[in-house]
């Protein structure tokens, strides 16, 4: 009898594994008049659901047929900062009592009018205020009051010393840079020794607070202009699920192990609620069974009073499969609280041919091989280089199961052990019940 019911178990087994409705998109948005060059943007979200693999994608009609499509990056018009020197002579340095002090510039003939300047200066760990004006029709006009500068090495490896400012038509300008700050003061000893009339020397000591001035090196006008450019490439992000996080105490590092939903990954974002921060970290990736390192990067935070910088993200070479490990060096700091790590894969479109009496076309994936190749490619890349247009399409709503993520080669079995297991399975399930009715009538008589 138990021979019966494992043979049930397997024939069930494989009946659910062939009757599985394959997970699918319907393609929507097709016009149905004329045929068109259709462009689908690919959701991260749907990759994920369709087993986290390009090269795995499929397009069919509605007749079942294979739809041939060409997979492209997405570009997007993005914008480069050209920084144009604007030179300029000093006129005027004067220090003030404060610490502080006062530069007048003018601009040569033939410089152009500037958006910017950078300051230069030796000094370290300061945190100064500057003013900058701007003359007009004879008077001083202030054009950015009150602004920021500081060195933090001490505390992060950080310099903000440039200004930008609206354009003027102004030729001269006026730096005035605040009083010292409290980094730039120290006690001085001094000792004073006086001689009296009988020619006896006596020392006085006292202690005072000495101001160190203000340096600069020097200071650079510029202007700054965005020139639209084609082909930037767009990414896509996911956040990794179950994110746990591992304390090496002898080498102070947070060490993350990572599993990707989607491939190839390009980069990784790190989420931190912490306002100020700067952390080394080292990516590694998978290779077999070891770890072997794949980056290195910096990622950093600072939120101050009118100024803010944040690059919490590192981009490295192609992670094509495997898990990836995330090092924190933590140094001295207390662990750097991470709410989230995001992975970043590049944004990609399907390029296809849609044709009415085709509608609509179903977005699927098979469980394993390399990218399809199509004698329609060619034609399609022609048409899409001749700046053809593109009829943007959608998906629907995700249809059967979500596929496993980034399946390995031949993870799942083929189709004919399935047949053959059913076949074996209802063998045995005869079998069983053929021996279960003997015994029955042999205890009968």
Avoid at 169 to 175: A, E, N, P, Y
Wanted: aromatic share 6%; glycine share 6%.
């Amino acid at each position: 009898m138990k021979y019966a019911v494992l043979s049930a178990a397997l024939l069930l087994l494989a009946v659910c594994e062939l009757r599985a409705e394959p997970c699918s998109f319907t393609i929507t948005g097709l016009p149905g008049g004329d045929a068109v060059l259709a462009s689908l943007e690919l959701p991260v979200s749907a990759l994920d659901d369709l087993g986290g693999r390009v090269e795995y994608l499929r397009i069919y009609d509605v007749q079942r047929r294979e739809t041939p499509y060409l997979c492209v990056p997405l570009t997007t018009k993005g914008q480069v900062t050209h920084r144009e020197k604007c030179p300029s002579k000093v006129l005027l340095v004067r220090e003030k009592a404060d610490g502080g002090m006062v530069v007048d510039f003018e601009l040569l003939d033939d410089a152009p009018q500037p958006t910017g300047l950078t300051i230069d200066t030796p000094l370290r760990r300061f945190e100064q205020l500057v003013t900058l004006s701007g003359e007009m029709d004879g008077s001083w006009q202030v054009l950015l009051p009150d602004a920021l500068i500081f060195e933090s090495s001490g505390l992060l490896a950080m310099r903000h010393n440039e200004l930008r400012f609206p354009m003027t038509s102004c030729r001269r300008f006026r730096l005035d840079i605040g009083k010292v700050s409290i980094e730039r003061q120290a006690e001085l000893r001094q000792v004073t020794r006086v001689i009296n009339a009988d020619g006896v020397v006596s020392s006085v000591e006292s202690t005072v607070v000495r101001d160190e001035a203000f340096k600069i090196g020097a200071v650079e006008f510029w202007r700054e202009k965005a020139v639209t450019v084609d082909g930037a490439a767009k990414s896509q992000v996911y956040s990794v699920k179950n994110l746990q996080r591992e304390w090496r105490a002898e080498k102070k590092q947070s060490v993350y192990t990572l599993t990707p939903t989607c491939y190839p990954v390009i980069g990784l974002e790190i989420v931190s609620p912490e306002r100020n921060y700067q952390r080394k970290l080292h990516v590694q990736r998978e290779e077999g069974t070891t770890m072997q390192p794949w980056h290195s990067g910096t990622v950093s935070a600072i939120r101050l009073q009118g100024f803010e910088r944040i690059s919490n993200g590192v981009n490295f070479p192609e992670v094509t499969a495997g898990a990836i490990r995330v090092i924190i060096d933590e140094h001295d700091n207390p662990p750097l609280e991470i709410s989230e790590i995001r992975l970043r894969i590049l944004a990609r479109q399907l390029l296809f041919f849609a044709e009415p009496q085709r509608v609509p076309y179903q977005l699927t994936a098979v469980t394993k091989g390399a990218a399809p190749v199509y004698e329609q490619q060619a034609i399609i890349k022609e048409a899409w280089a001749s700046k053809a247009p593109l009829q943007p399409v959608a998906l629907g709503e995700r249809q059967g199961t979500p596929m496993e993520l980034a399946p390995a080669e031949g993870a799942k079995l083929p189709r004919w052990v399935l047949i053959g297991v059913l076949a074996l399975a209802a063998a045995a399930l005869a079998f069983g019940v053929f021996k279960a009715a003997q015994s029955a009538q042999v205890a009968e008589e």
